[in-house]
């Protein structure tokens, strides 16, 4: 069911490559929610011109505009659309389960993903570190997190990261196996990671989100 009417005045900013962004887009298909999407050019500079700093004085993406309110950071986002729409519930009613569905987003999203964001390999970049290595340096940091995530996955019913239904975990793990291919990570040891995204892509809210499916993909 199309929740448009909801959030007539609501913006999306996002990159098609960006996997922060690649989260919020889940999240909305799943919640049937749609809204304007506007996209900035991460590789092109764009998040640095003064228009969007206005917008958003991070220079990041995404960022949530509905009306006079503004949030930035993706887990903020989805937690923010999942309070407004708790159908269907992207977190598990029980504290415990709660708790471990953000234990596993947070090691994408905080120990995982900023490692390897576009503005710290070009500030590697400017330290003189090669290609070669700063692909290096992304992969050593992917595998290394997901090993962890993949030790907790083995305490976890699935066959999603909690149970039968997708969750926050999920939204995180799947972006960022798409960011772990382009570095040529070896995802061989993590086969319930690898499972997940198998479950994962058999529901359009995922597929449609694909950074190749995005209007602005290049």
Not at 86 to 110: F, N, S, T, W
Request: hydrophobic share 45%; with cysteine; proline share 6%.
């Amino acid at each position: 069911m199309s929740k448009a009417a909801d959030h007539d005045a609501a913006v999306l900013y996002g990159y098609f490559r960006s996997s922060a962004a690649y989260r919020v887009r889940i999240a909305l298909n799943l919640k049937g929610i749609i809204v304007a999407q506007r996209y900035v050019h991460l590789r092109n500079g764009e998040q640095n011109l003064e228009a969007f700093r206005w917008i958003n004085p991070a220079g990041l993406v995404p960022y949530w505009r509905e009306g006079d309110f503004g949030l930035a950071q993706s887990l903020a986002i989805i937690e923010y659309l999942d309070e407004a729409h708790p159908e269907p519930p992207l977190l598990p009613k029980d504290a415990r389960a709660r708790a471990i569905v953000r234990e596993i987003a947070y090691a994408v999203c905080c120990d995982i993903h900023p490692i390897g964001n576009l503005r710290v390999l070009k500030r590697l970049t400017e330290l003189g570190v090669d290609e070669i290595d700063r692909a290096r340096w992304s992969k050593e940091w992917i595998e290394q997190g997901f090993a962890a995530i993949e030790a907790r996955l083995a305490q976890t019913p699935g066959p999603f990261a909690y149970g039968a239904q997708p969750t926050l975990a999920d939204l995180c793990i799947v972006p960022q196996l798409f960011n772990a291919r382009r570095f040529d990570a070896d995802l061989a040891p993590f086969e319930r990671i690898r499972q997940i995204e198998a479950e994962a892509m058999k529901l359009e809210a995922f597929v449609a989100a694909e950074p190749g499916r995005q209007p602005d993909a290049e």
